[in-house]
């Protein structure tokens, strides 16, 4: 079933948003950091930008939280408009580079929907090399919508460099849940059907600066889509 292009589903908002979870990790200290993306498809064209902030108040406990604002524009299939999400949790590292992070918060904006959303994110040497392994979850209780998505990523140039290119691949299961009709939820047919995209990326990060730019490809129930973000972490000491 084709939308109707005056509903917009609360999925599209929080799908191009993996790959920012780094800014959210627990680490020492406290930090701030910047991040902006965009991502296109076949049928709509978003782009997003926001802060994020974590503040530790302990060895292995930091709070953090994310406000992010979001554009839908250039939809052949969707309702354009401005909303955003507002998320804040807590991050515990149980384990030596190993972080579980658990955020609860709301859509604002165009769309009104609690959520929750959590991940885990580990970092382990294999077989000599470095992995970066993230996967998480999230799931909107008026929109009756869910989501789970993993990301798996290594280096491919020297660690011990300044500049470091790493490669890897995402993907996102997700159902559409019901509809926003601008005032409320509506019912969707296709609310259960299970949607996918994935596909592999590179990140680009520059140790002295606390930066990088990433870019991505891949397909998916919305067809062939691009993706690319930036961001840049200021850090806070302990």
């Given at each position: 079933m084709r939308m109707a292009r005056g509903m917009l589903p609360a999925v599209a908002l929080t799908l191009t948003l993996v790959g920012i979870s780094p800014s959210m990790s627990h680490g020492a200290g406290h930090s701030v950091t910047l991040f902006a993306g965009v991502f296109?498809?076949?049928?709509?064209?978003?782009?997003?930008e926001g802060v994020a902030g974590s503040y530790a108040v302990h060895d292995r406990v930091s709070l953090v939280g994310r406000i992010t604002g979001v554009h839908y524009l250039d939809s052949s299939r969707f309702r354009e408009g401005d909303s955003g999400i507002g998320e804040a949790g807590v991050a515990v590292l149980v384990a030596p580079r190993?972080?579980?992070?658990?955020?609860?918060?709301?859509?604002?904006?165009?769309?009104?929907?609690?959520?929750?959303?959590?991940?885990?994110?580990?970092?382990?040497?294999i077989g000599g090399h470095w992995f970066q392994l993230s996967a998480g979850a999230l799931y909107g209780f008026d929109s009756e919508r869910w989501q789970t998505w993993n990301s798996l990523s290594t280096p491919i140039t020297d660690t011990a460099k300044d500049l470091i290119l790493f490669g890897g691949v995402e993907s996102v299961i997700y159902s559409e849940g019901e509809l926003w009709d601008g005032d409320d939820f509506v019912h969707n047919s296709d609310k259960d059907d299970v949607r996918y995209r994935v596909g592999p990326f590179l990140e680009l990060y520059k140790r002295s600066w606390d930066a990088g730019v990433r870019v991505g490809v891949g397909g998916g129930d919305y067809g062939v889509y691009g993706s690319g973000q930036i961001y840049k972490r200021f850090g806070f000491g302990s």
């Amino acid at each position: 079933m084709r939308m109707a292009r005056g509903m917009l589903p609360a999925v599209a908002l929080t799908l191009t948003l993996v790959g920012i979870s780094p800014s959210m990790s627990h680490g020492a200290g406290h930090s701030v950091t910047l991040f902006a993306g965009v991502f296109g498809n076949d049928e709509f064209v978003q782009i997003w930008e926001g802060v994020a902030g974590s503040y530790a108040v302990h060895d292995r406990v930091s709070l953090v939280g994310r406000i992010t604002g979001v554009h839908y524009l250039d939809s052949s299939r969707f309702r354009e408009g401005d909303s955003g999400i507002g998320e804040a949790g807590v991050a515990v590292l149980v384990a030596p580079r190993t972080t579980v992070t658990l955020l609860g918060g709301s859509y604002f904006g165009d769309i009104e929907d609690p959520i929750i959303d959590g991940w885990v994110s580990t970092s382990q040497m294999i077989g000599g090399h470095w992995f970066q392994l993230s996967a998480g979850a999230l799931y909107g209780f008026d929109s009756e919508r869910w989501q789970t998505w993993n990301s798996l990523s290594t280096p491919i140039t020297d660690t011990a460099k300044d500049l470091i290119l790493f490669g890897g691949v995402e993907s996102v299961i997700y159902s559409e849940g019901e509809l926003w009709d601008g005032d409320d939820f509506v019912h969707n047919s296709d609310k259960d059907d299970v949607r996918y995209r994935v596909g592999p990326f590179l990140e680009l990060y520059k140790r002295s600066w606390d930066a990088g730019v990433r870019v991505g490809v891949g397909g998916g129930d919305y067809g062939v889509y691009g993706s690319g973000q930036i961001y840049k972490r200021f850090g806070f000491g302990s």
